[in-house]
Nanobody, 122 residues
Framework: QVQLVESGGGLVQAGGSLKLACAASGRTISSYAMGWFRQAPGKYRDFVAAISRGGGRTSYADSVKGRFTISRDNAKNTVDLQMNSLKPEDTAVYYC???????????????WGQGTQVTVSS
């Protein structure tokens, strides 16, 4: 079992930055691909970014490419999401997830955090 706890969310103005953190416990995350997903009000949860077990591969949703950066520190058992040039449409609850396979599909992720709210004002 892996427990995931997200932090770093909050209220920010458009154009600003936030860094989300995901702290894992129970097992080392080096055995897992890690991902970030988000769910805006009234919408389905969507893929944001993923990173492979060793960190050598990353992928992003087109909507965040060039603005968001996912990274991981397996020694610290953490995964971060640096979000720059934030837009009001980035407003959502952001979830960290761990899975066996590097993927953008939610079905490939077995463990999920509770989420952290990000609100971007215009």
């Amino acid at each position: 079992q892996v427990q995931l706890v997200e932090s770093g969310g909050g209220l920010v103005q458009a154009g600003g930055s936030l860094k989300l953190a995901c702290a894992a416990s129970g097992r080392t995350i080096s055995s897992y691909a890690m991902g970030w997903f988000r769910q805006a009000p009234g919408k389905y949860r969507d893929f944001v970014a993923a990173i492979s077990r060793g960190g050598g591969r990353t992928s992003y949703a087109d909507s965040v490419k060039g603005r968001f950066t996912i990274s991981r520190d397996n020694a610290k058992n953490t995964v971060d999401l640096q979000m720059n040039s934030l837009k009001p449409e980035d407003t959502a609850v952001y979830y960290c997830a761990a899975g066996r396979y590097y993927s953008s599909a939610q079905s490939e992720y077995d463990y999920w955090g509770q989420g952290t709210q990000v609100t971007v004002s215009s």
